[in-house]
């Protein structure tokens, strides 16, 4: 390996340093009570060198997004490539973003706080995170198509306005502040099982004439049957 090659080498294992340190502490804590001081301790570097890799606070904090984004976009892809009708990619894809949020809820709160006004448009990140929350979007889009074409789903649907109607609805679910979740509970159900009945909710909506209106998630992870009885809902509270 060359010298030029070590050094690139180098900078991208230091650049990955920062993003790491960075995320650690955007993770604990809220944005504004993270500084780019901090940032330099945790890493451990002076902080004029973290200048030298991110213009500003904000650059790093939307480098960040955009990890999270790479992680559903891989997701959903992983769900477009199943061999299986266009319903239930779509069924699936819904299934992944809440997956996404479970596994990986400090970016989910992210993605969700960089979408705010916060932000400055200019950031030349901001065009990248729309790209790839876009793309995202863009294949869940092309899973509906695929249903129109297979027969699952109506064709009557447009798949540009069907993919922002459920987008929208997906992100809103996920991030529902806790004083409706206490709501939820209050009335005797679990937050999870709020999020999953929105499947059984939307499908019947976006289904053809010959589908049937009763879609079990496990079921359409098999592939084999995704024509059951709905689930049992929880025993309300007295």
């Known amino acids: 390996m060359g010298t030029a090659d070590r050094r690139q080498r180098e900078k991208e294992q230091r650049k990955n340093q920062i993003i790491d340190a960075a995320e650690r502490l955007f993770f604990s804590r809220s944005y ?40 559903l976009k891989e997701k959903y892809t992983e769900c477009m490539e199943k061999q299986a009708p266009g319903i239930v990619k779509v069924a699936l894809m819904g299934e992944a973003y809440y997956q996404f949020s479970q596994e990986y809820p400090d970016y989910l709160r992210m993605i969700h706080f960089y979408g705010s006004e916060r ?37 009557d649907l447009d798949p540009f306005l069907t993919s922002m109607y459920l987008m929208i609805s997906f992100m809103g679910i996920l991030s529902m502040e806790n004083k409706w979740k206490l709501v939820i509970e209050a009335e005797g159900f679990s ?22 209106h009763k879609m079990n998630l496990k079921d359409l992870a ?11 809902s929880e025993e309300k509270k007295k």
Do not use: H, W
């Not at 945790?42 to 790093?60: R, S």
């Not at 200019?122 to 790209?131: D, F, L, Q, W």
């Open 191 to 212: 937050y999870k099982q709020f999020a999953s009945e929105f499947f059984r909710f939307i499908t019947p909506a976006i289904s053809s004439a010959g589908m049937s």
């Open 32 to 71: 504004e009570d993270v500084s780019m001081d901090e940032i330099a301790r945790e890493v451990e570097l002076n902080k004029a060198t973290i200048y030298l890799y991110f213009k500003n606070k904000e650059t790093l904090f939307a480098t960040i997004v955009l990890r999270g984004i790479g992680i």
């Open 222 to 232: 098999s592939l084999e049957s995704f024509l059951t009885e709905p689930v049992a």
């Open 119 to 155: 932000f400055s448009k200019e950031n030349p990140c901001t065009a990248e995170i729309g790209k790839g929350y876009g793309t995202c979007r863009l294949i869940l889009r092309d899973a509906i198509k695929e249903g129109i074409d297979d027969g699952t789903i109506r064709d």
